[in-house]
């Protein structure tokens, strides 16, 4: 028997009955986890709930040879953390990992942005990782306290809006790739997901646990919602994707996933574009001024300094690469090639 490289790990994966999560699934499952395949069956917003979508999942697992069972919880209750946990240790005896990837678009101009829009991408973004990973640790500190080796690993899920924003008007900017649009609070959600991810990567390493990010990229159906930036205006097809390789398939995000979930992957406070091969900063400290030290310095020294140590460009945002230094159509088009 072939041995796997999750073999005997048990994985928690959210939003998997759909696009990438899906895909972890299956491939985490090929590789022989024992998974917890949670999914509501939502719509693109979060609305709805549809038991069928993560069961099809498990029985596309299972008809493999692999173990895996359901969960149809909203992940943006609290309680449901606690209970994915509970559902693991309860059918497969342990737990390994938690692949966060549950996620609902809701576009909006901030301008006419309404409440509930803002809460229900915050709800099930941000407490949706945060719940599963408070319990998941509370656990694994527990086996920790108790003298037992853990070796878990936490995959979140960001996105490179976390990182540089969006533009209005996404031929405005110098990047030749012109990133999402009026998505404030998905911008917001998946910022606040990377400070967790970083700040558990500390918090938890003590324990035994890695924490890591993916900035995944991908043709799915969540995308049929953004610009044509990615999927031409092409419809996806019920029966996307299939097995073979093809541009854009949220597999080639699984295989960077499942090595962050391994046992003996040393990654820890990480940020990866995994159909792209690329490991991401987030806020770096990147440039600096000489600040005055003796004295209080003017507003007007200050934009002195600026200019002459930094030298600021129009649309320039924290985090932001310089166009110069990476072109991000080439490495679209490589991610292209290397699907072909």
């Not at 999750?6 to 022989?32: C, K, M, Y």
């Not at 069972?69 to 994915?84: I, M, P, S, Y």
């Not at 301008?111 to 694994?140: C, N, P, Q």
Request: charged letters at 20%; a negative charge.
């Amino acid at each position: 028997m072939t041995m796997g490289a999750l073999d005997e790990r048990v994985v928690i994966i959210t939003g998997a009955g759909n696009g990438i999560g899906r895909q972890h699934a299956l491939v985490f499952a090929r590789e022989g986890a024992r998974i917890v395949v949670n999914d509501t069956g939502c719509d693109h917003h979060g609305n709805g709930h549809d038991p069928s979508v993560a069961e099809k999942v498990v029985a596309q697992i299972r008809a493999a040879g692999g173990e895996a069972v359901a969960n149809t919880a909203d992940v943006a209750r609290w309680q449901t953390g606690k209970e994915l946990v509970e559902q693991a240790l309860d059918e497969f005896g342990d737990l390994h990992v938690v692949v966060n990837n549950a996620g609902v678009l809701r576009h909006s101009p901030i301008a006419d942005m309404a409440e509930g829009d803002l809460d229900r991408v915050l709800a099930v973004h941000v407490k949706g990782h945060f719940a599963t990973i408070r319990h998941a640790a509370s656990y694994w500190r527990s086996q920790a306290d108790a003298g037992k080796e853990v070796r878990a690993s936490i995959v979140n899920t960001a996105s490179p809006e976390g990182m540089l924003g969006g533009r209005n008007d996404p031929s405005s900017t110098d990047l030749e790739f012109g990133l999402e649009l009026a998505q404030s609070n998905y911008a917001a959600a998946k910022s606040a997901i990377l400070g967790l991810t970083l700040n558990c990567s500390i918090e938890l390493h003590r324990y035994g646990v890695r924490t890591n990010a993916l900035s995944p990229f991908a043709r799915t159906r969540l995308a049929e919602l953004y610009p044509p930036l990615v999927t031409e205006g092409a419809k996806v097809e019920p029966e996307w994707p299939g097995e073979n390789p093809a541009p854009f398939h949220p597999r080639w995000n699984s295989f960077v996933a499942g090595w962050l979930a391994t046992a003996n992957c040393p990654a820890n406070g990480t940020v990866w574009n995994p159909a792209l091969g690329t490991l991401w900063t987030t806020w770096s400290q990147i440039a600096g001024f000489p600040m005055p030290q003796d004295r209080w310095p003017t507003i007007d020294e200050i934009d002195q300094l600026t200019r002459q140590h930094i030298g600021l460009e129009p649309l320039t945002v924290l985090g932001r690469p310089n166009p110069s230094e990476l072109d991000m159509s080439a490495l679209m088009q490589h991610g292209a090639d290397q699907t072909r």
